[in-house]
């Protein structure tokens, strides 16, 4: 073998081995930055959906126009959830902790539509297709202007008022106390002529006819001036009875004046509850309204149509009685309905006498047919207060500004004026008539003094329709 030939084939196979080597190294590494890649596109996929899921292409190149500029410390996300819960706090007042967007935004959006409902059914603004609190909030602000407007023309009628009541009143102590200087002067007087009366007659006693005669004629122009006084006393009397009249006028319109306004009869469409389901097959409906609300069995409502106000008869689609109450809802079994307007959810229900929050004042008077057969009840007037003091209403004899409504019957008609033989054949007959003379002018009095105070007045029809009573009412006696 030649010289140096075991030398180069020991490099070749070194250079061989390190060629082999580097060639599995640059292998490992790339397969391992491959594997490494392919991760890194993998996660960068997946936090690409991630992003998309947020928001589109379109969507992102848009962010910072939709968004504005990010709050400090805050992403554009965080931004836009700060931004969400500023809009519903100053909506519904409080920002719902824990709860998502999509919540939070609908929650807004049914108090919105709650408070837009109540608003439009109290008649405070308009319906419009959609809502716009903008447009909401400028109704209501021109609602308050004219109520404040209203107020303040009250209150300047008011004070007029006051000022007339007032200078009337000054005016009626200054002619009482008039007549009280007058009446002193005419006792003075009385009483001077009292005691140049006996005088006289101590004179006469003693003197002759011609001195007698003197003193009498001196004592008939005293009583002639006495008797002159006593007219003038007459006349002060007169005008002070005139001063006192307008006294009564003036305070009757004080109390128009504090119970007036625009619709007198707004209490009496107002309504109680709202229907929530219905068992047609049962004839059974369920009432928003239960034992927290004073409500009790035996109660009966009429039903109206929830899109339209209440009648002016009050004559509703249905009559419904109250059998059993829970704390929030009550069942009431259908009395009477209508077949071409049957009752549906959100229909409303009304009772004139019954009111969850107070006790309302009627006056009754009149004759009344309860039962419909064509004939005065004996016991109508009766039977209507039975009806008032049962469902919570309390009966008072005089119509004030302080009464909610008055309930008017039939007029009732004087009796024929007793002959001799009437009387002697029944005694108490002629009280009779004077009584019924009594009622009539009763019934004029309370109608008079309820237009001048502005007090409804209902009559029997509309009172039984606008208690849901009509139906039962046929039975001839309540409860």
């Not at 049914?110 to 405070?124: P, W």
């Not at 305070?251 to 209490?267: M, R, Y």
């Not at 109508?380 to 207060?385: A, L, P, Q, V």
């Amino acid at each position: 073998m030649p010289a140096g030939k075991p030398s180069q084939s020991s490099a070749m196979m070194y250079t061989l081995i390190a060629f082999v080597t580097i060639s599995i190294i640059a292998t490992v590494c790339a397969v391992y930055f491959y594997v490494k890649a392919e991760d890194y596109k993998t996660q960068r996929n997946t936090k690409d959906e991630t992003l998309i899921k947020h928001a589109n292409a379109s969507e992102q190149m848009q962010t910072a126009k939709i968004v504005g500029k990010p709050a400090q410390g805050k992403t554009i996300l965080g931004t836009m959830d700060n931004l969400l819960n500023e809009m519903v706090s100053a909506i519904i007042g409080t920002i719902p902790e824990d709860m998502p967007a999509t919540v939070k935004a609908n929650d807004a959006k049914v108090k919105i539509n709650e408070t837009f409902e109540v608003l439009v059914n109290d008649g405070i603004v308009s319906s419009t297709e959609g809502v716009n609190l903008i447009q909401i909030v400028r109704q209501l602000k021109g609602h308050l202007d004219t109520l404040n407007e209203n107020q303040r023309q009250l209150a300047q009628r008011y004070l007029k008022l006051q000022d007339d009541f007032d200078a009337a009143e000054a005016e009626s102590r200054f002619k009482e106390q008039q007549l009280i200087d007058e009446k002193n002067r005419f006792q003075a007087l009385a009483d001077d002529v009292q005691a140049k009366f006996d005088e006289l007659r101590r004179i006469a006693n003693k003197s002759t006819e011609e001195q007698v005669q003197i003193y009498m004629d001196k004592l008939e122009k005293e009583q002639a001036k006495v008797k002159e006084r006593g007219m003038e006393l007459l006349t002060t009397q007169e005008e002070l009875k005139n001063t006192k009249n307008s006294l009564a006028m003036a305070l009757e319109k004080l109390e128009a004046i504090k119970g007036g306004g625009l619709d007198i009869e707004v209490a009496a469409f107002k309504p109680d509850a709202r229907i929530v389901r219905i068992d047609d097959q049962a004839k059974v409906v369920y009432l928003d309204i239960g034992s927290k609300d004073h409500v009790f069995r035996g109660l009966t409502f009429s039903v109206y149509d929830r899109n339209a106000p209440i009648p002016d008869d009050g004559k509703g689609k249905a009559e419904i009685e109250v059998f059993q109450v829970s704390e929030n809802v009550s069942a009431a079994k259908i009395n009477e309905s209508s077949k071409k307007n049957p009752i549906v959810p959100e229909d409303i229900v009304a009772n004139l006498i019954w009111d969850s929050r107070t006790s309302n004042r009627f006056v009754v008077a009149g004759d009344f047919d309860f039962d419909g057969n064509g004939a005065i009840d004996a016991d109508g007037d009766e039977k209507m207060i039975q009806l008032i003091e049962r469902w919570g209403g309390r009966i008072v004899g005089e119509v004030t500004i302080e009464t909610d409504f008055v309930l008017l019957g039939i007029k009732p008609s004087p009796l024929p004026r007793p002959t001799t033989e009437d009387i002697q054949i029944d005694p108490t007959v002629e009280q009779k008539y004077e009584a019924s003379l009594q009622a009539g002018q009763r019934y004029e009095e309370i109608f008079s003094r309820a237009a001048s105070l502005r007090v409804p007045v209902i009559n029997q029809e509309r009172f039984l329709h606008l208690i849901g009573y009509r139906s039962l009412a046929k039975k001839s006696t309540p409860f």
